[in-house]
């Protein structure tokens, strides 16, 4: 069964500070996404990473994915209050029928 | 990115009446949507994979008669929650899946409250 987990679970930080969320996962995958949640909304697409070593950055946040250690990481940089979230990962799967698994979330309150 | 239009945003409804949300994809063609519940302050847990034509694939644990998910065209699958009860009470989000990259785009989520 594909689990999926992350951590921190919630996470408060300072304005200007960096940070980096862990997503790991338990069998292989061939693709791993990032979704942030604001409060009472859906999810919105931040990054897609299709390939061992794949890197993308979008203003402060980057993403990274190493399928050997089933990990991938967000990490912020110099944090403002309007990343304020919920940052999910998931990993989706292509045994049998497409699924897409979702990580417990990561809860983060950047702090003025 | 790819638009996924999901409604009714909100909804409230009485105990034992019957529920449909609808989730269409706008500009592209999704052979596959999903279908998840979200608990507050919780992740998003899969209840459903809706094929396009065929029936839809429930998680384990999520009860088919309930929860009755048709995907007649590519474009659109709907959810209907039957004989509600307050317990069913959740934010449903719908999401559909690009076929050449396999990203995933949502829809707006239902929030359904039940009396």
């Known amino acids: 069964e594909l689990k999926v987990e992350q951590n921190p679970l919630f996470l408060s930080m300072q304005e200007g500070k960096n940070y980096t969320i862990y997503c790991n996962y338990s069998?292989?995958?061939?693709?791993l996404y990032w979704y942030r949640q604001d409060p009472g909304k859906s999810l919105e697409s931040l990054f897609v990473?299709?390939?061992?070593?794949a890197v993308k950055q979008e203003g402060r946040l980057m993403a990274s994915l190493d399928t050997k250690a089933r990990l991938s990481t967000l990490h912020i940089t110099a944090a403002v209050h309007d990343l304020s979230a919920t940052y999910f990962c998931?990993?989706?799967?292509?045994?049998?029928?497409?699924?897409?698994?979702f990580g417990t979330g990561t809860r983060l309150k950047v702090l003025a | 990115g790819a638009v996924v239009s999901q409604h009714p945003s909100r909804v409230i409804c009485k105990s034992g009446t019957s529920v449909k949300i609808e989730c269409r994809s706008l500009?592209?063609?999704?052979?596959?949507m999903f279908w998840y519940r979200q608990f507050p302050k919780q992740s998003l847990m899969l209840m459903a994979t809706?094929?396009?034509?065929?029936?839809?694939?429930?998680e384990q644990g999520v009860e088919k008669d309930k929860f009755l998910i048709n995907h007649a065209s590519l474009t659109l699958s709907t959810l209907t929650v039957t004989s509600a009860h307050p317990e069913d009470s959740s934010f449903y989000i719908c999401?559909?899946?690009?076929?050449?990259?396999?990203?995933?785009?949502f829809g707006e989520g239902s929030r359904l409250t039940v009396l």
């Open positions: 069998t292989t995958s061939d693709r």
């Open positions: 500009d592209f063609q999704a052979t596959t």
């Open positions: 809706s094929n396009e034509g065929s029936k839809a694939t429930y």
């Open positions: 998931a990993v989706s799967t292509t045994s049998g029928t497409y699924k897409y698994i």
């Open positions: 999401s559909a899946r690009v076929r050449v990259t396999g990203e995933l785009f």
């Open positions: 990473l299709l390939s061992n070593g």
